[in-house]
């Protein structure tokens, strides 16, 4: 259900806030829909189909999701108005710094070393870390692997070895020097084809709830940069054709955070060792 909403709000995508217009009508009247901002009761239906007459790829299994809401939308007049920056600030976050609500102000902040950081996130980097994999079948089909057996297999299948990018701790590691470790979950999606790298245990039910299978723990991370040193962020995308799909910081990131890209961005999966 998650996913099926968050596919309705790509339509955001395909609307034109300046100029009040719809780029692909589809999408964009669905989010319309959905944003509208006299809507107080929203109820949605998710079933799971054989077949889906008109959708891309009908005769294959797929979800079918309805919504309704209580105000029916004006498809001619902006969803909501955005008040100015900083206007409705909570007490916690009530500095207003580069037009957002923060804690403290963005510009006046310097940032220590990363060992620095990495000392008082959890620890200093752990010993024995293995080399991390990234591959690749399609931009959007990415795999991740610590084998090199593995990654030659993948390759033999018509996959992408864009080789090591980074390290992650191996199992059994001495958690002694970083306290924050966790491990990282691999799940496959069987009906996006894609497969999931998560450190959220929480998130790990919820996905295999889904229907996610799990397929065992690729190593150690921790959550964000600069815990335990860690320096390179594994970015996670959204998009409803393709499911998850989840980047090293490159240009396959500042591409899928193109308005037009069609992609979510879920944030950071996990962060790793250079």
């Known amino acids: 259900m998650e996913e099926f909403i968050e596919d309705i709000y790509t339509g955001v995508n395909a609307y034109d806030y300046v100029q009040t217009t719809c780029l692909d009508a589809v999408p964009c009247q669905s989010f319309l829909s959905f944003a509208w901002f006299e809507n107080t009761k929203i109820g949605c239906a998710l079933a799971t189909c054989q077949a889906v007459q008109g959708a891309p790829m009908a005769a294959r299994q797929q979800y079918f999701g309805v919504c309704a809401y209580d105000r029916k ?21 009530s500095i207003c710094s580069n037009n957002l609500c923060c804690p403290y102000d963005l510009n006046a902040m310097t940032c220590p070393s ?3 950081v990495g000392a008082g996130s959890g620890g200093s980097p752990p010993d ?40 992650v701790a191996a199992a059994g590691n001495d958690a002694s020097k970083c306290g924050v470790l966790k491990p990282i979950y691999h799940l496959y999606s069987p009906h996006f084809r894609c ?11 919820v996905r295999m709830d889904e229907g996610y299978e799990y397929k065992g723990i690729l190593g150690y991370a ?11 962020a594994i970015y996670e995308f959204f998009r409803h054709s393709d499911g998850i799909t989840q980047v090293p910081n490159s240009t396959d990131v500042l591409t899928m955070m193109s308005e037009r890209s069609g992609y979510i961005y879920h944030g950071i999966s996990f962060a790793v060792w250079r």
């Not at 498809?75 to 916690?92: H, W």
């Not at 033999?156 to 070895?161: E, F, P, Q, R």
Request: overall charge negative; aromatic content about 10%.
């Open 222 to 232: 921790v959550r964000g940069i600069n815990a335990c040193g860690a320096s390179l």
């Open 114 to 116: 990363v060992g620095g």
């Open 128 to 167: 024995g870390l293995i080399d991390l994999y990234y591959i690749s079948r399609t931009p959007s089909k990415i795999a991740y692997a610590t084998n090199a057996t593995e990654v030659q297999e993948l390759i033999t299948i018509g996959a992408v070895s864009h080789g090591i990018i980074g390290k």
């Open 195 to 205: 497969n999931y790298y998560i450190v959220d245990e929480y998130l790990v039910r």
């Open 73 to 93: 939308a004006d498809l001619t007049a902006r969803p909501y108005v955005a008040p100015p920056s900083c206007q409705f600030c909570p007490n916690d976050a």
